[in-house]
């Protein structure tokens, strides 16, 4: 029998092999963090809604002239407001997927006042007139009510032309 039957054998590998699949995975990596911000605003993790928050900061603060601890404090702020979910809608972040950018937040008031301090906030929602409202039991019931009664009268006309 042959001594060398049942041992493991070692292959060698190569270098270049091991590099390929370490520049593959590199790559592999590289391509899913830059396909996770070309998601939709709802479809973002938190910590990429915070990154994105931070450069929308950091786009609007020149405007504003904010100084750094405002940006910190204005972060601060936007951060709570997103863990109280008012910065979870679309209709709320006005976010561009193909430059994976906040290009505005609707209700978002920034302003210097005249003592040169910087305000924030979210403006109060304004009522809608136009909207339908919804229909009360009481009406679904009355309404409801009155077609039977209407039904009743096409019967009973029905009837009185086929007894004429």
Known sequence: MDAHRHKTQKRSSTESSNSDK???????????????????????????RLNRIRLYIEGI??????????????????????????????????????????YTIKGLDI??????????????????????RKKKKEDINTQSASSDINHNKIDNNSVVESSV
């Open 111 to 132: 302003k210097r006042n005249a003592e040169g301090t910087i305000r924030w906030g979210f403006s109060a929602k304004k009522q809608r007139t136009d909207i339908t």
């Open 22 to 48: 370490e520049d593959t995975f590199k790559t592999l990596l590289e391509d899913s963090a830059r396909e996770a911000y070309s998601r939709p605003w709802h479809r973002l993790e938190r910590g990429l």
């Open 61 to 102: 603060a020149p405007q504003y002239s904010m100084t750094k601890d405002e940006k910190e404090a204005f972060f601060v702020y936007l951060q709570k407001a997103l863990d109280k979910k008012l910065l979870n809608t679309l209709k709320v972040v006005q976010y561009e997927q193909d430059t994976q950018q906040i």
